[in-house]
């Protein structure tokens, strides 16, 4: 049998590198994979604890954050859409001046 | 737990080669019946019949020169008919056949299917990116869009089966269209079995719907830059799919492997007849259907094939969900 | 060794090696091709866990949506990948002990967060009723607000991708 811990620490391993790559990397559609990768984390954790403390509710949280996963891609695509019209640059450093 | 694996993997291996001869012979099927509709023979002349002709084919395709094109993506160009055909043939697995007859009897069998022609899109994709090719890749962005689209209609109608069933094993839907007395689902949910149908046309890029490889526009669409063996797998990977849809139509529509029961009831003998025979007759009623549907009807331009999709197909399947929910709620509680 | 531990170990390693792949690929459409197979090395891993639903769910809607979509809006755009500004040169070592200090806090938090309280779907439920059956139970009657939830979630996105997306460019 899988000890629980083993799962975890393989959750926050993901996490930690989705997290480094969407601070370090400067494009917008490598943030988003990022973005993506955290959340999988994140679902994994919840399936493992759901599986061991024989409760559904985990399945559900992490089927909602899937829901959220889809929801936020499609949105970010769209501003990207829009922000490639603009700028035809994918890089985040040339959108600086939306600090305002 | 050896033994166990090897009779496994002999399994798999017949299951294999009884499908890749019956990819091959519909092959021979199409090409015969398409020569009949246009009034000529088909093939006719390599054995009695014509009747070696695939094996002819097939000899062709290795024997030809294998082509990469100059500055393509050499390991994903060579990874994409891999793919294509990994992703239909594992669909194979969870199909059954006849009662018992099923490789890998799992819980979720259906989403299994649905997961694999969803991967399949990715062989397209990728082949058509790495070719490094004008028409390739106007071939893959339309494929990629088609699946995308066509697949949300076809769940919708998977959906109002499941609500008959209950359940998301295959073998189980096949049983609890027994239980009625006309043994099909076909008979609530026409208008779901309509639109798997055509969503089925769609999703294997068959004539209708063929946009992605349109001759007349985009030479061969994604397929453009292949030759010889690769070509042969995509070839190989589009027919097994029709089989797969096929069959995928037969257990969630029609019964599966077995005969309505007043049938059976009014002439008994046919329970003599083993359930893979009535399978397969009715798998290949369909793909007669399918290659009837490529001699007669003209392919349709991209935004109408959208426009069937989104405005048509969709708003379809919906309300044969609500239908279902309906007849479910009110008559069978 | 046992079988259950050498399948997970292979999982878990595949899983942490394709991850770091993804985070340093330069070619767009190779990022997105890893994660497509990282995805679905994840959804073996959910596998082990019983959740045989969640495991197709994840290959459907992950691998089979939401990487589409990204694919498709990469190659709509034709985004090559750009080497001026190079990539992951912003890497510094406060955002490293940053990270180190997330995952610690990740690693033993989570620990702690295992209350040793067993609930009512023990593995011999989930497999004399399947995991989808038992799934679609709990979110029909406990759970039906994060369903109403998901379904907001959902339609909105929806609204705004189409008022995004499909604005036309006038000039």
């Known amino acids: 049998m899988v000890p629980l811990n083993a799962y975890l620490i393989l959750a926050a391993i993901i996490f930690a590198i989705g997290l480094i790559g969407f601070m370090t990397r400067r494009s917008i559609i490598m943030m988003l994979l990022c973005i993506e990768l955290m959340l999988n984390a994140v679902n994994i954790t919840l399936i493992s604890l759901s599986h061991y403390m024989q409760d559904f509710m985990g399945q559900v949280i992490a089927l909602l954050i899937i829901a959220n996963a889809g929801a936020g891609m499609a949105t970010g695509l769209a501003l990207l859409i829009n922000a490639y019209r603009l700028k035809k640059t994918v890089k985040i450093d040339l959108f600086r001046n939306l600090r305002g | 737990m050896i033994l166990n694996i090897i009779i496994l993997i002999i399994e798999v291996a017949v299951v294999l080669g009884v499908l890749l001869l019956h990819v091959a012979y519909a092959v021979y099927f199409e090409r015969k019946i398409l020569g009949h509709i246009q009034a000529r023979l088909g093939p006719t002349e390599v054995g009695p019949l014509g009747l070696f002709q695939p094996f002819a084919d097939l000899v062709k395709l290795f024997f030809k020169e294998d082509n990469i094109p100059f500055g393509a993506d050499k390991f994903l160009f060579t990874a994409a008919p891999v793919i294509v055909v990994t992703c239909v043939m594992t669909s194979f697995s969870v199909l059954p056949f006849a009662a018992g007859w099923v490789l890998a009897n799992i819980n979720v069998g259906l989403l299994f299917i649905l997961a694999m022609s969803s991967l399949g899109v990715y062989g397209i994709i990728i082949a058509g990116w790495s070719s490094n090719s004008k028409y390739a890749f106007l071939g893959a962005l339309r494929s990629s869009a088609q699946i995308i689209s066509y697949e949300i209609p076809m769940g919708i109608a998977l959906l109002a089966v499941l609500i008959m069933t209950g359940s998301l094993n295959l073998s189980d839907i096949v049983y609890a269209q027994d239980k009625l007395p006309w043994g099909m689902f076909i008979f609530p949910q026409i208008i779901g079995f309509f639109v798997f149908l055509v969503c089925a046309l769609a999703e294997t890029n068959r004539t209708p719907f063929d946009l992605p490889e349109a001759e007349t526009e985009l030479v061969a669409g994604y397929l453009t830059e292949y030759s010889g063996f690769r070509w042969g797998l995509f070839f190989l990977a589009e027919y097994s799919a029709m089989y797969v849809m096929s069959s995928m139509l037969t257990i969630c529509f029609l019964g599966g492997w077995t005969l309505p029961p007043f049938l059976t009831n009014l002439l008994p003998i046919l329970n003599l007849v083993p359930g893979i025979i009535w399978f397969l007759l009715k798998v290949y009623a369909i793909m007669f259907f399918y290659i009837w549907v490529r001699g007669t009807v003209p392919r349709y331009r991209f935004d109408q094939l959208l426009k069937i999709g989104w405005k048509l197909l969709l708003p379809l399947s919906l309300t044969n969900l609500f239908i279902i929910m309906i007849i479910k709620k009110v008559f069978m509680p | ?171």
Request: hydrophobic share 60%; aromatic share 14%; proline share 2%.
């Open chain 3, 1 to 171: 060794m046992s079988i259950p531990i050498l399948f997970f170990s292979y999982f878990a390693l595949a899983s942490i090696v394709l991850s770091l792949i993804v985070v340093t690929r330069k070619n767009y459409i190779h990022a997105v091709l890893w994660t497509l197979l990282l995805f679905i090395h994840i959804s073996g891993i959910y596998l082990f866990l019983n959740a045989e639903f969640f495991a197709m769910i994840q290959m459907i809607v992950y691998a089979g949506a939401i990487l589409v979509m990204l694919i498709f809006v990469i190659m709509l755009l034709n985004v090559r990948h750009e080497d001026h500004l190079s990539d992951l040169s912003s890497l510094s070592i406060p955002k490293v002990f940053f990270v180190f200090c997330v995952f610690g806090i990740l690693a033993l938090a989570l620990q702690a967060s295992y209350l040793n309280t067993i609930g009512k779907f023990s593995i011999d439920v989930v497999n004399t009723f399947s995991d989808a059956k038992l799934l679609g139970q709990v979110f029909y009657s406990e759970a039906n607000l994060p369903l109403i939830i998901m379904g907001v979630v959902l339609f909105v996105p929806m609204i705004a991708a189409i008022v995004l997306a499909g604005k036309r460019s006038d000039e």
